[in-house]
């Protein structure tokens, strides 16, 4: 049975991880569709890199205005992947995976002589989704809102608007969960329910990502695990679960 401080201390972390997939499943199914795998390790790394310089430049400012500079240099990095596919579309992924490892790299050189700059990186990368908060929680989940409610109910406009509401999202999920975990949350539900019939993908990456998150979360707490590799690892042996079953059932004739 789960102690009420145990169930106190993962259940902004369930709710976190849930939250990050309500929006990460259907546009990495997008981001799938459109065959821009690395756009959110890019626009994630990005992100961060506005959040770093804010914290380099401006030590007293807080969370808030680091959100709003990781959202301008996401957005200005959308935007840039966008013209990328209008204009040079042939080179767009190279674009996109030389701005992640050039981003990257600007990272690692600013936090280069800051005596937390390692624990930094790992934070950017691994995240830190165990110790969220609900006081953090309020602004995500408005921002999740505005996510769905756009992608979902602005159909008629969903081209142009991918460009716009996917660093949103990532802006913030990716001060939540980290990098690594931003990617595996958009692509491995993406993967998993490729195989099913598309009536289905949707509901299928939603079960995936929700064994996911509740697995990995119960799993490194029970192993003594860091939370967000271990939530990595659930994503992937989920994935590899769903699209098995699929592939043994053959949906739809697919």
Avoid: N
Wanted: charged fraction near 10%.
């Amino acid at each position: 049975m789960v102690s009420p401080e145990l169930f106190g201390l993962v259940a902004p972390a369930l709710a976190a991880g849930l939250m990050v997939a309500a929006t990460h499943v259907p546009l990495g199914q997008e981001v799938l569709r459109r065959g821009v795998i690395f756009i959110d390790l890019a626009i994630a790394q990005i992100a961060a890199l506005g959040v770093v310089m804010v914290e380099l430049s401006f030590p007293g400012a807080g969370r808030g205005f680091a959100s709003v500079a990781a959202l301008a240099f996401a957005l200005a990095g959308s935007c840039f992947f966008r013209l990328a596919e209008r204009f040079a579309p042939r080179y767009q992924e190279a674009l996109i995976g030389s701005a992640f490892v050039v981003t990257a790299a600007l990272i690692l050189l600013l936090l280069a002589d800051d005596p937390h700059g390692g624990e930094e990186v790992k934070s950017i990368l691994a995240g830190q989704i165990l110790w969220v908060g609900w006081e953090s929680l309020g602004v995500f989940a408005l921002v999740s809102g505005i996510v769905l409610y756009g992608w979902f109910a602005l159909r008629m406009v969903r081209g142009p608007l991918f460009y716009v509401l996917f660093p949103l999202a990532v802006t913030f999920s990716v001060q939540l969960v980290g990098v690594y975990l931003v990617f595996a949350s958009l692509i491995l539900p993406a993967l998993a329910a490729a195989p099913w019939g598309e009536g289905t993908r949707l509901l299928m990456g939603y079960v995936t990502a929700a064994i996911a998150v509740s697995g990995g979360i119960v799993a490194s707490l029970a192993l003594d695990m860091p939370t967000g590799p271990a939530l990595v690892c659930a994503y992937a042996l989920a994935a590899a679960g769903i699209a098995s079953i699929a592939r043994s059932v053959r949906p739809g004739g697919s």
